[in-house]
């Protein structure tokens, strides 16, 4: 395999600058949905190169929507901020500080990202409200912060007394459990449906007056994305007590639906970039996660959008520093990243030339990159000394991207607070 594939990737990849930017944007065209993965959620390069491309997506082709892998509240006091919303007087550090404040802070809320947010909110300025990029959460992890937004919404707005009796009598099933999923979770096993049937008719009813919300400052997206997240919360914490696929697969179909709410709410030409994990943007079915019934976004999104209209960007390293805990929980450190195991797709991009590189794969050569190989997921839980046992997903990589950028050394993120 390695001097067949190493010979592939000498012939087919290109090296990473601006001028391989120019082929990137070719290559992506006319598709309304790019996505950006990484490979570990605490790497400079892949964050910095996902701005870069992203910033050309919204000044070439008309891109208005950046969808992260983060919690839908925490990332809407930053799109509040970008379009001039409120926020007033503060710049993208603070708002990053002070919204993504439950772990991993480091994943949103370092120097990367707020150098990203600064200029988007420099590129708003002085444009119409259709006009402006914004910034939002598709994960779904904010249960209680939902909780709150919708209730506060509703009792804001007496109007829809209707809609608020109905959340209350909803979110009733929740408070035994101190504003812990966890505990919500354990409790499931012996729960009835009724708090299942509360919460999908209250995100029924909201839909169902979405005309009567008020759109000033996207109001009615907002309560309606934080309904959906308590709905799909609620199943996913449940499912965690099941079994692993399910709540995975739970968790990316909730992605999913996201994504189809922000493309319906900004209208029929509105395009969309995602910024996730490999293991999420990377299509599941050409992985061994298939094996064990799991599905990602990168799947969904293209048999729902069609692969015309979509684009997935897979991202490596072969050594390098990384941000990650010991554990969920356990305080960041800046960890070192191993050389990647030479019979690994990261191995072999680094056999072939010792520098960053771009594959775009086609219909005509991703036959040359579909043998199964090991390729690198590092989460934000890490422990280096363990990687070769359980940090490689074997991978058919040609079909389960539609471009690959491998950055042959790489550094860890600055976390905001790192210097404060």
């Known amino acids: 395999m390695s001097k067949k594939l190493i010979a592939a990737i000498q012939e087919h990849a290109f090296t990473l600058d601006e001028k391989a930017f120019d082929t990137i944007m070719n290559a992506i065209g006319d598709a309304r949905i790019v996505m950006l993965g990484e490979a570990s959620h605490g790497t400079s390069e892949f964050y910095k190169v996902r701005a870069a491309l992203s910033k050309r997506l919204i000044q070439e082709k008309g891109f208005k929507i950046i969808a992260v892998e983060g919690d839908w509240p925490s990332a809407q006091a930053v799109n509040r901020y970008v379009k001039g919303f409120d926020e007033e007087g503060k710049t993208a550090r603070q708002v990053l500080s002070q919204s993504f404040n439950r772990w991993p802070t480091w994943m949103w809320a370092n120097e990367e990202v707020a150098e990203l947010i600064e200029w988007l909110k420099r590129e708003n300025e002085g444009k119409d409200a259709a006009d402006k990029t914004g910034f939002y959460g598709i994960d779904m992890y904010s249960l209680y912060e939902s909780i709150d937004e919708v209730l506060q919404f509703l009792q804001e707005n007496p109007t829809y007394n209707a809609d608020l009796e109905m959340a209350r009598r909803a979110f009733s099933c929740f408070e035994p459990y101190n504003r812990m999923p966890e505990h919500y979770a354990l409790s499931t096993l012996h729960f009835s449906d009724e708090c299942i049937r509360e919460v999908t008719n209250l995100l029924t009813t909201i839909r169902s007056h979405e005309d009567l919300y008020s759109n000033d ?204």
């Open 217 to 420: 400052q996207e109001k009615d997206l907002n309560i309606t994305m934080n309904a959906l997240v308590a709905k799909n919360a609620e199943s996913y914490y449940r499912a965690m007590m099941q079994d692993d696929a399910i709540s995975w697969n739970i968790r990316d179909m909730h992605m999913v639906e996201a994504v189809g709410e922000l493309l319906n709410y900004h209208g029929d030409d509105a395009k969309i970039i995602i910024w996730e994990h490999n293991t999420h943007v990377g299509d599941a079915s050409e992985t061994s996660m298939a094996d064990h019934d799991m599905i990602n976004v990168g799947q969904l999104i293209r048999e729902k959008y069609g692969r015309d209209d979509t684009f997935a960007i897979g991202f490596g390293t072969y050594e390098g520093t990384v941000i990650a805990g010991e554990g969920w929980g356990e305080p960041l450190q800046k960890m070192k990243v191993p050389p990647a195991k030479f019979n690994s797709w990261e191995g072999q991009m680094h056999a072939a030339a010792e520098v960053d590189q771009v594959i775009l794969f086609t219909e005509e050569n991703r036959h040359l990159f579909n043998e199964w190989i090991g390729h690198r997921a590092i989460g934000v839980v890490y422990n280096p000394e363990f990687e070769a046992y359980g940090n490689y997903v074997s991978s058919r990589v040609g079909s389960r991207y539609d471009g690959f950028i491998f950055v042959d050394q790489t550094t860890a993120l600055t976390p905001i607070n790192s210097n404060d």
